[in-house]
């Protein structure tokens, strides 16, 4: 097995981004707990994944502190996992992953889940990258400025 690398000390956001969430499982997890999910025997159903394999993750982002455990809401010995204010800053991020499959992944008509409005009812608007003065940007209207780069 390959021993995996840590990107944590890395220049770059999304390689720094990717070492705490950069598994399928783990976005998985943070997608169910968006929806409600809240207790391991829900995950491991929902997902379809391995006891062991679930533990592991649950227990990285919680150490990473995207997730963290309280009490079941309903009085019995379960702990839940909840998003932390870090977890719940994903939510873009899983919005962006949603909108990107919905746009690529499926044919034309195909049926899928719609993220809605709770307050309407009615499907949410594309996400849209802005600049400060609030132009719609493109992936061609940007760059990386690298660590130790002069701005201008």
Request: aromatic letters at 8%; a neutral charge.
């Amino acid at each position: 097995m390959v021993k995996r690398v840590s990107l944590a000390g890395a220049d770059c956001p999304v390689a720094r981004a990717l070492d705490v969430i950069g598994d399928w499982w783990s976005l998985l997890i943070i997608r169910d707990a968006f929806d409600g999910v809240r207790r391991f025997g829900e995950f491991q159903t929902g997902l379809g994944i391995a006891k062991g394999m679930l533990a592991m993750r649950l227990r990285d982002l919680i150490e990473r502190g995207v997730l963290e455990t309280a009490p079941a809401s309903d009085g019995s010995a379960y702990r839940e996992y909840i998003l932390t204010e870090k977890g719940r800053s994903l939510f873009l991020v899983i919005v962006a992953l949603r909108q990107w499959g919905e746009d690529h992944l499926y044919r034309p008509g195909e049926r899928h889940s719609v993220l809605v409005d709770t307050a309407k009812g009615d499907a949410v608007a594309r996400l849209e990258l802005r600049s400060g003065d609030g132009r719609v940007l493109g992936w061609n209207e940007t760059r990386v400025r690298k660590v130790g780069e002069e701005a201008g």
